[in-house]
């Protein structure tokens, strides 16, 4: 399975930005996906996660601010990210999950700053 992540870049605080991850290779349809962000010097975090059925879940910190939405027909994640903060500044990454293996993509960078 190969993840391919984009839409990461700089943004003004208050600012938007839209990750994408679509998977490729030997899909069966996902159990989950989502994202996960790495802080410098810190472990990777959840960011939000949604399962094949729609249900989904946030971190906290995001809760009203980003929204996670899924093509399952292309195996695509989608990360939407409003009101950004400069604490969201990271290392985003894709997570997918079937038959119970989970395989990471490469990060992108999202920094908010004025």
């Known amino acids: 399975v190969q993840l391919q992540a984009s839409g990461g870049g700089a943004v003004q605080p208050g600012g938007s930005l839209r990750l994408s991850c679509a998977a490729s290779?030997?899909?069966?349809?996902?159990?989950?996906m989502g994202w996960y962000r790495q802080f410098p010097d810190k472990q990777r975090e959840l960011v939000a996660a949604?399962?094949?059925?729609?249900?989904?879940n946030y971190a906290d910190s995001v809760k009203g601010r980003f929204t996670i939405s899924s093509d399952n027909a292309k195996n695509t994640v989608y990360l939407q990210m409003n009101g950004l903060k400069p604490e969201d500044t990271a290392v985003y990454y894709c997570?997918?999950?079937?038959?119970?293996?989970?395989?990471w993509g490469q990060g992108t960078q999202v920094t908010v700053s004025s």
């Open positions: 290779g030997s899909i069966f349809g996902f159990n989950l």
């Open positions: 949604i399962t094949n059925g729609g249900s989904q």
């Open positions: 997570y997918y999950v079937q038959r119970n293996q989970g395989y």
